[in-house]
């Protein structure tokens, strides 16, 4: 930006102060003024993490005011989770925090001394006065940004607002690490966050800046734990008190202080677009992540590191904002999916308390997927070693490569290789393209090898190439596949998954269309109800009346006896993704009046039924799971809870385990995407229930199945895309964690393959010989 531009940031927190700084250090001409309504020594909260990333940077851009943030941070590299009674220790870490105070004390002494002109106990003037008047207007101002809600329209806000209820507090004393701890009350369970911000003062200094120490304390709970706990009722002091008396042990008895305190439901910000002419939001006011991943803050500093390099680094101010949104998104966008999963973590507390206190540690530790059994190995292996010992890991044996029994069938490892669609098939027949896929992935290693959706009719078909089993010819041809993966990598089990497409049926092959209806050659649908899957898209599909699902019934009981005959060892029952016994469970899909619609328990009532018929006709000591949609992501849809109850009926009706997936039920559904996104929906139902949980969904690396396993997410993993990528995930898993045991064994054809082949050699000799010094 050329000249000496005007520059307005709105909000006097540590985003907007070090942009300030950063910009003025760049270019002193530049006016910039900072309007903070609070005055100087005013702050909410007390201290403040920082990472090492995040520190890094303002060193390399302002290494003034990262030699004064040296001399106030506090280090320390130990997490304490307090788990009934028990405390366990995990090292290796690494924090640096200080206090919020000191930290804004910081940047006001560093903005001053630039020459930044900052306005305190001053409202600012409306942005789009600012922004007339300036060049550009820098939004710090928080997650409930004036200037958000006065351009909603541009930035397009999403905000949420969680289920928890959480209040900052402080302790004047230093806590030794970063502690967690929770209380099982009566009322439910609560959770103390803490860590320090400031350290004691050396003995002996009792000088007039000698200080206690001092640490951060945020108690959180559900909402409904705090209605009942009675602290809607309570005044800050008196919440302040109770919340000590909670948490006595804790803090050895001392107090707790508040600093105008009061219990917040959190609210996660996510906005479409960051800038809006020459105004442009950072921190808060443009993204939030919960707290328990320490990153508001971090956040914050980091958008004011970018927006400063970009301004300095574009040719004009749309370039640059356009620039550090792209820069920034990505990262924001992470750290928000990690923080979600950590909120969730917290909000399922309950469910988590009953584990062994080792692996609800390492279920903590690993709840955000940024700390994993990988990572977490090389930070405190004596830890990790004993998580892994109350697992059952023999020693050199990676829990993936544990066995697991299901019924009568004991599966050698945890890997699953998920159904997926070949969209392959002539008539619904398996050929050799199914044999060579499914072989393939079978010789590959994986425990459990399940087919594509299997239709139990030509019209439950979703495309021409679907396979089936309602002929005698597709039972031959999938006994052609069983008996290969049998003899030919003894040891892998192979499952078949029986479904019928409902309303989703008749549609052209995935890569000729997905979802769009037959050129020619449709074939009628039928559903829960008459409602097209894709309004004026897709066909509209009749409503099933009460004789015809008996018919349909009996198609998954034929179906199921023609899957033993082909030598199937596990039956999976599709109730997931919009298919049609998916239709009837979703209120989204099923509008009935009888029997069958209505309450959960009536949208139950036909999916119960077919899997009660098949099972009478599979055997007993073979194992039978059910996929299930855990959420339709989508209003007015199925939910996490409602999931629970859903597993409850099919396990009390005889299910050996749930194939915990999600949505696909609606096309206008919002997932909420991430690596192991429908791990949480596992998790709560395999810990509710006590029922055996398949998870699936972007698992992409074996460092995520063991972190799934060890931390009781999961008893089962199951991968599709990774399996495309590459048949042999599994034994390629093994080798790089340099097991060789029974949980992986290599084909004998396959064994010289089972270290990577010598490459050529990239190095080169290094230098030698330094020049000689001239002589004297």
């Known amino acids: 930006m050329a000249g000496a531009p005007r520059i307005a940031v709105i909000g006097g927190g540590p985003g907007g102060l070090y942009a300030a700084a950063l910009l003025k250090r760049r270019d002193p001409a530049r006016e910039i003024t900072v309007w903070e309504r609070n005055a100087p020594d005013d702050t909410f909260g007390f201290g403040v993490v920082l990472s090492d990333e995040t520190l890094g940077g303002i060193e390399h851009a302002d290494p003034v005011g990262h030699r004064a943030l040296q001399d106030e941070l506090v280090r320390w590299h130990d997490i304490d989770i307090v788990h009934r009674g028990i405390t366990l220790t995990s090292g290796g870490h690494g924090f640096a925090a200080l206090g919020r105070r000191e930290l804004l004390g910081i940047l006001h002494r560093r903005c001053a001394s630039l020459g930044v002109r900052l306005r305190f106990r001053t409202e600012a003037p409306p942005s789009a006065r600012l922004a007339a008047a300036h060049d550009l207007v820098i939004a710090a101002d928080g997650v409930h940004s004036l200037t958000r809600d006065a351009h909603a329209g541009v930035f397009a806000p999403r905000i949420t607002t969680h289920r928890g209820r959480y209040i900052w507090l402080a302790a004047d004393f230093a806590f030794d690490a970063f502690r967690f701890e929770t209380a099982e009350t009566g009322h439910g369970v609560m959770q103390l966050h803490g860590y320090p911000y400031a350290r004691p003062s050396p003995a002996g200094d009792r000088g007039p ?227 060579v896929h499914l072989g393939a992935r079978a010789l590959g290693g ?191 849809g199925t939910t996490g809870e409602e999931s629970v109850e859903i597993a409850r009926a099919f396990t009390a009706h005889g299910a050996d385990a749930i194939d915990v997936s999600t949505g696909q039920v609606v096309p206008d559904e919002r997932p909420e995407y991430g690596r192991s996104y429908q791990a949480p929906f596992a998790d709560r139902i395999r810990n509710t229930l006590s029922v055996p949980v398949i998870t699936a969904g972007a698992i992409s690396s074996w460092d995520d199945v063991n972190s799934l396993l060890l931390a009781g997410r999961a008893d089962l993993c199951a991968l599709g895309r990774p399996h495309l990528h590459d048949p042999q995930w599994t034994l390629h898993a093994a080798a790089a964690q340099g097991y060789e045991g029974p949980g992986a064994p290599w084909p004998l054809p396959y064994r010289a393959g089972s270290r990577p082949p010598p490459a050529g050699r990239t190095d080169g000799p290094g230098p030698r010989l330094t020049p000689r010094r001239p002589a004297a």
């Open 446 to 636: 994986a425990g459990l090898v399940m087919t594509e959706m299997v239709c139990v009719s030509a019209e439950g078909r979703i495309t021409p190439g679907c396979t089936g089993l309602y002929t005698r010819e597709q039972a031959d041809g999938w006994r052609r596949v069983t008996d290969f993966v049998h003899t030919r990598s003894p040891g892998t089990a192979i499952g078949v998954q029986l479904g019928h497409a409902g309303r989703k049926g008749s549609t052209r092959l995935m890569w000729d269309g997905m979802d769009e209806p037959l050129p020619a050659g449709n074939w009628p649908l039928a559903a829960a109800s008459p409602l097209p899957y894709r309004p004026g898209v897709s066909q509209l599909p009749h409503q099933l009346e009460t004789r015809q699902l008996g018919t349909i019934r009996e198609e998954f009981a034929a179906a199921a006896r023609r899957a033993q005959r082909s030598g199937f060892d596990l039956l999976e029952l599709h109730c997931a993704h919009g298919y049609l016994l998916s239709g009837f469970i979703s209120p989204l899909t099923n509008r009935r009046t009888d029997a069958y619609g209505g309450s959960l328990e009536g949208r139950l009532r036909f999916p119960l039924e077919v899997f009660d018929a098949v099972r009478a006709d599979w055997p007993a000591d073979r194992p039978m799971t059910v996929r299930i949609s855990a959420t339709d992501w989508a209003p007015g």
């Open 209 to 435: 800046r000698a200080r206690s120490g001092a640490s951060t304390v945020i108690v959180e709970m559900r909402e409904e734990v705090w209605r009942a706990a009675g602290f809607p009722e309570l005044d800050e002091r008196q919440s302040t008190e109770l919340c000590a008396k909670i948490f006595a042990d804790a803090l050895d008895g001392r107090p707790l202080r508040s600093n105008a305190s009061s219990w917040t439901a959190f609210r996660t910000v996510v906005t479409t677009h960051w800038s809006h002419g020459n105004t442009v939001l950072i921190g808060d006011a443009a993204h939030t992540a919960h707290f328990s991943i320490g990153s508001g803050t971090k956040l914050a500093v980091e958008d004011a590191l970018a927006l400063a390099a970009r301004i300095e680094e574009e040719p004009d101010l749309p370039s640059a904002l356009a620039a550090y949104e792209s820069e920034r998104r990505p990262a924001v966008e992470s750290a928000q999916r990690s923080a979600a999963a950590s909120l969730r973590w917290f909000e399922e507390l309950a469910t988590h308390t009953g584990r062994p206190p080792r692996q609800f540690a390492f279920g903590l530790l690993t709840r955000s997927r940024r700390v994993t059994h990988g990572n977490l190995r090389l930070r405190d292996p004596g830890f990790t070693r004993l998580v892994e010992e109350d697992f059952g890991c023999p020693p050199g044996t990676p829990p993936m490569f544990t066995p697991f029994r299901l019924c009568g069938l004991t599966l050698r490892n945890r890997v699953v290789v998920a159904p997926m669609d070949m969209y392959s098939a002539t008539d619904g027949v398996p050929d050799d393209f199914h044999l």
